[in-house]
């Protein structure tokens, strides 16, 4: 559920936990009772803490600060293999 916030004009901000789109504009100060307005702010998306966030928030991260690399590229361990196809069909073909 969504986290609404709303500023009332003699406390400060709280906070409330309701269903998606049933956030009234006013709402009643839960200290003093009078009537509040919703506060419009960004989601708290980071606070989740979830892989998937996580890796969204290195990949925006990676846009304005990328790593750089140092040093040679790991080596798989293999071989190539052979510059060509012991395949008899293929020694057919003509060659460059």
């Not at 998606?20 to 504009?25: I, N, S």
């Not at 990328?66 to 196809?85: D, E, I, K, W």
Request: proline share 15%; hydrophobic share 25%; aromatic share 6%.
């Amino acid at each position: 559920m969504p986290i609404y916030e709303y500023r009332c004009p003699r406390c400060e901000v709280y906070e409330v936990i309701r269903g998606m789109g049933e956030a009234p504009a006013e709402d009643a100060c839960p200290t003093c009772g009078q009537p509040a307005r919703r506060k419009i702010s960004a989601p708290h998306v980071s606070r989740t803490g979830t892989p998937a966030f996580q890796l969204i928030d290195s990949t925006m991260r990676s846009a304005s600060d990328p790593r750089v690399v140092s040093g040679a590229l790991p080596s798989t361990g293999t071989n190539a293999g052979p510059p060509y196809s012991s395949n008899p069909l293929h020694q057919k073909l003509p060659r460059p």
